[in-house]
């Protein structure tokens, strides 16, 4: 293979990584700007994270269109193949972690006025493990680094335990007023939103793990935390 070959085909890889790089960077903004919308009750800053959603969906076309081109044109075999179908991967779930969001900042659009100040920031302290979970990540992913995936894989379990501290405390709120019942419903789905954005970090995780080392993180080394 010429010179000019390999350089033009790790320019491709490059650009690869930094379309991912650049979608997480948005999820991650997208996470943030949700959560701390529905905490000042900031209707506008909601529609811009909902308006944001598309331009994570263009990305992730355009890096499964580059993905094709290069399993076609390069063949790539080892770590190349594995850093190709990993980015696959991990573009599906940084679009799931926009998509949710996405939900988050359309249910706080519909929160009423029985939404009090310590519901709001129940669900702002439990945004601050799961932003911190996707930046770690895509730091591992960023330098490829095994050690740090794995750490992030194993840290699945704060944010559950956030969860269940949310649900319980939601569940108190209600039971206080049931005319919080509606807006309950909200924060609830709100805060499985978050968590669900956890377990696609975690996934991610994963996939860095094996495109550095070839070897799988398996489940069961990880004890799940039972959820209420």
């Not at 070959?5 to 700007?33: C, P, W």
């Not at 930046?135 to 840290?155: E, F, H, I, K, T």
Request: aromatic share 6%; charged share 30%.
């Amino acid at each position: 293979m010429s010179e000019h070959i390999v350089s033009a085909y790790s320019d491709e890889l490059e650009k690869l990584s930094a379309d991912l790089m650049r979608m997480g960077g948005i999820a991650e903004t997208m996470i943030t700007d949700s959560c701390r919308a529905l905490s000042a009750n900031d209707l506008a800053l909601a529609q811009v994270v909902i308006q944001r959603d598309p331009e994570v969906d263009a990305i992730e076309a355009d890096v499964e269109k580059q993905i094709v081109s290069l399993i076609a044109r390069r063949q790539p075999m080892g770590h190349d193949l594995r850093l190709i179908l990993s980015a696959l991967k991990i573009a599906g779930e940084l679009e799931r972690i926009a998509d949710l969001s996405k939900n988050i900042g359309k249910r706080a659009l519909k929160l009423d006025d029985y939404v009090s100040a310590e519901m709001r920031n129940a669900i702002l302290r439990m945004s601050r493990p799961v932003s911190r979970q996707l930046n770690q990540v895509l730091d591992a992913y960023g330098s490829a680094d095994p050690n740090l995936a794995r750490d992030v894989w194993a840290s699945d379990d704060d944010v559950d335990q956030h969860y269940n501290a949310v649900f319980r405390e939601m569940l108190t709120y209600l039971i206080e007023d049931p005319r919080r019942i509606s807006a309950g419903a909200h924060m609830l789905f709100i805060a499985k939103n978050l968590e669900r954005i956890g377990d696609h970090c975690t996934n991610i995780a994963e996939f860095v793990f094996y495109q550095a080392t070839g070897e799988y993180l398996s489940a069961l080394e990880r004890p799940k935390l039972d959820q209420v």
